[in-house]
């Protein structure tokens, strides 16, 4: 039996990949119990692992719930799965590393608040994706009420999850939802690699503290985000990264960057 979620690396660049192709990478419980435990891994290494891109295998990103496995289980049970996949996204989202979601076809519900947990997003032109929950009789459930609306604005957000409409990737990026569009998964490939290189040069420590100033900081006040930003560049200032750095630009060399 194939397992549900593929995981290596490559150099400082972790790659997960959901692999139910032939269910459209649907989420089924196994998924993201494996989901949750590849994440939880990568969590514990931010030396050696220092950026993420998560796909999937086959013609789909993730085209949602399990609907085959959700008609045979009991309220109690959807409850469960709900819950654990609010956790596991969470997690996701939490990560220190700068995660890139290379959606490389179907991504819909759960595939697309699976997506809107990463930091970044590309995706092929030929793919659709949308919170298609309302059609289903439900709502997003795994954050999408919340994330997307925080990325878009609330009034697109509602027009999209409310009419459980499915976009391009086209109209996607018009809309702030996608941070670009390729032509076709080698340039998907390239797109968001190319991305994790340049995050990859600079210093790890910074990139974390970085992103955690902004996660942290754009849903309070200016003030209370701007001491969440000094305690951010605080834990900079004693990291061998930056004396390196200093050294470096005397040096009028590359710095070498360790993650200390």
């Known amino acids: 039996m194939s397992r549900p979620v593929l995981w290596e690396q ?8 959901l692999n ?4 459209l ?9 494996a989901l949750g435990e590849i994440v939880e891994t990568i969590g514990q290494n931010p030396r050696d692992i220092r950026v993420v891109i998560l796909g999937g295998e086959g013609r789909a990103f993730c085209s949602g719930a399990d609907l085959k496995e959700r008609i045979m289980l009991s309220e109690q049970q959807v409850r469960r799965n709900v819950q654990k996949i609010r956790k596991v996204f969470s997690l996701l989202e939490r990560l220190p590393q700068p995660t890139i979601a290379a959606i490389n076809g179907y991504a819909f519900g759960g595939g697309m608040e699976l997506a809107l947990c990463c930091d970044f997003r590309y995706s092929i032109r030929e793919a659709k994706m949308g919170l298609t929950e309302a059609s289903l009789g439900i ?12 990325l878009i604005g609330a009034s697109k957000a509602k027009e999209l999850i409310l009419t459980a409409r499915k976009i391009s990737a086209d109209q996607a990026f018009e809309i702030g939802l996608l941070n670009g569009v390729a032509d076709d998964r080698e340039q998907l490939k390239e797109m968001s690699e190319g991305l994790a290189a340049e995050i990859l040069a600079n210093a790890p420590l910074a990139v974390y503290q970085a992103k955690a100033a902004i996660d942290k900081g754009i849903n309070t006040d200016l003030a209370t985000g701007m001491d969440l930003e000094f305690k951010a560049y605080e834990a ?3 990291t061998k990264d930056r004396l390196e750095a200093l050294e470096a630009f005397r ?4 710095p070498r960057f360790t993650g200390e």
């Open 10 to 17: 490559h150099g400082h660049i972790g790659y997960i990949r």
């Open 25 to 33: 990478n649907a989420i089924n419980y196994d998924m993201l119990d």
């Open 236 to 238: 900079t200032i004693a």
């Open 20 to 23: 139910r192709p032939e269910a």
């Open 139 to 150: 709502i997003p459930g795994a954050g999408g009420t919340q994330r997307l609306p925080r």
């Open 251 to 254: 040096e009028k060399r590359s």
